[in-house]
Nanobody, 121 residues
């Protein structure tokens, strides 16, 4: 089974940057799609960025140009570099792994415990 552990969350002022990291263990071959989701209080969990077996990153429109997802297959890690953060980015961020073609949150079978990102004005 996949085990995912996130790190790197914290508090930052608007306009600042944070880098999240997810360490994955287990058999990656069955779950080639990796993603970052986030969930703000009283809101649906939404996919922020993902990268599949094709290596092509995909982003939520509101983070395009500000967030960058990257994976290091040698270290089995998935990072999310976040810049120009604003208050709307405040949420719990989760790392997730799923099968090829996974896009919706119910497609992803493995989740980390989450890391909090708080952006203050």
């Amino acid at each position: 089974a996949q085990v995912l552990v996130e790190s790197g969350g914290g508090s930052v002022q608007a306009g600042g940057s944070l880098r999240l990291s997810c360490a994955a263990s287990g058999n990656r071959n069955s779950f080639p799609t990796l993603a970052w989701f986030r969930q703000a209080p009283e809101k649906e969990r939404e996919r922020v960025a993902s990268i599949g077996g094709d290596g092509i990153p995909r982003y939520l429109d509101s983070v395009m140009g500000r967030f960058t997802i990257s994976q290091d297959n040698s270290r089995n890690t998935l990072d999310l570099q976040m810049t120009s953060l604003n208050a709307e980015d405040t949420a719990m961020y989760y790392c997730a792994a799923g099968p090829g073609g996974a896009t919706m949150r119910w497609d992803f079978h493995h989740w980390g415990q989450g890391t909090q990102v708080t952006v203050s004005l």
